[in-house]
């Protein structure tokens, strides 16, 4: 036989050995929050008002979150405005930037006002929040669009934006309601991050079938618990933030652990929790978590711990 045959096998044992010697505290930080397989975006543009009357209280019913692109500053928002202002409470509906005329830019000079007066009335929906804190921003499309990409990534850093991810959604790049369910199946398959973005929704312009989307919906509650089902700006700060943590075991004790987690975002707008997993003493059972004033407790499984944390939120300690 050659040797190569028994390569798969012995990386198995080499994997088990490994994962059964590791240390007290050794910690990492979970790929999606909650150790979820998968994440999903749902992403609405325009401000449309079908979203209000067939999205908005979707989303409400089954605590799904959606990111608005509003554009506020044209004639349907002014027709909408008091609904979107009562729609702005939700929890699970979080504003985003589309620009405040949705008109298009010649330069970079066109580009500032679009966004900071649009930045100014989003603001104005939750005037309870702390600013500065990072919002999304979607490109509109169908417009002119003539700003170099270094002066765009200027002006959104310059207000707090993040850009979305390049956009992919029906009736545009999905043509059947199977093709649009499918984009939940493929994120789950590889367990990355899958995204769809709406304009009207049994209504309006470039319309969703309102029987698409709510299919859509029976899928993403199907797999709630495999998906973190989350707004782009939160995505964004958790990538950010764990593609750049840093963790450090201060102690390991048997009735207590230290932990240090930073990473190279900015803690004033990158301030997402993460979700970490640290290996415990074999008696634990289950564990306290503590972090500057916060404390939560967090269940065992398998000598492991599993909780949130800020990074850069002082030290982590864990105690039986």
């Not at 209000?52 to 209280?57: E, K």
């Not at 169908?142 to 993040?162: F, R, T």
């Not at 290996?279 to 500057?292: F, I, S, Y």
Request: with cysteine.
């Amino acid at each position: 036989m050659k040797p190569s045959r028994y390569l798969p096998i012995l990386s198995l044992l080499i994997a088990s050995s490994l994962a059964a010697f590791a240390a007290d505290g050794d910690t990492q930080v979970l790929k999606w929050k909650d150790g979820k397989k998968a994440c999903f975006l749902l992403g609405f543009d325009d401000s449309a008002p079908s979203q209000l009357r067939n999205v908005v209280p979707e989303l409400q019913k089954r605590k799904i979150v959606g990111t608005f692109y509003l554009v506020t500053g044209n004639g349907v928002w002014a027709g909408t405005k008091a609904k979107w202002e009562e729609a702005a409470k939700s929890p699970y509906i979080v504003v985003a930037n589309h620009t405040f005329t949705h008109k298009g830019v010649n330069n970079a000079e066109e580009l500032e006002p679009e966004l900071a007066k649009c930045n100014e009335v989003l603001y104005a929906l939750q005037p309870e929040r702390k600013q500065p804190y990072l919002m999304a921003w979607g490109k509109p499309g169908g417009v002119p669009w003539i700003v170099a990409k270094d002066d765009q990534a200027a002006a959104l850093e310059k207000h707090h934006l993040i850009d979305r991810p390049p956009f992919a959604g029906p009736p545009i790049n999905y043509k059947t309601s199977e093709e649009t369910l499918a984009s939940v199946d493929k994120a789950l398959a590889k367990g990355e991050m899958g995204y769809l973005v709406f304009h009207g929704v049994g209504g309006d312009w470039l319309v969703t079938p309102m029987e698409w989307f709510t299919a859509l919906l029976d899928k993403l509650e199907q797999h709630r618990d495999e998906i973190w089902i989350t707004d782009c700006a939160s995505w964004k700060k958790y990538t950010s933030e764990r593609d750049t943590a840093e963790v450090k075991v201060v102690e390991s004790g048997s009735n207590r652990i230290r932990v240090a987690l930073s990473t190279k975002t900015d803690p004033i707008l990158y301030n997402e929790p993460l979700t970490l997993s640290t290996k415990v003493p074999a008696n634990w059972k289950n564990c306290t978590v503590t972090q500057g004033q916060a404390k939560a407790s967090a269940m065992v499984q398998d000598g492991v711990a599993r909780y949130s944390a800020i990074p850069g939120a002082g030290e982590i300690i864990l105690q039986p």
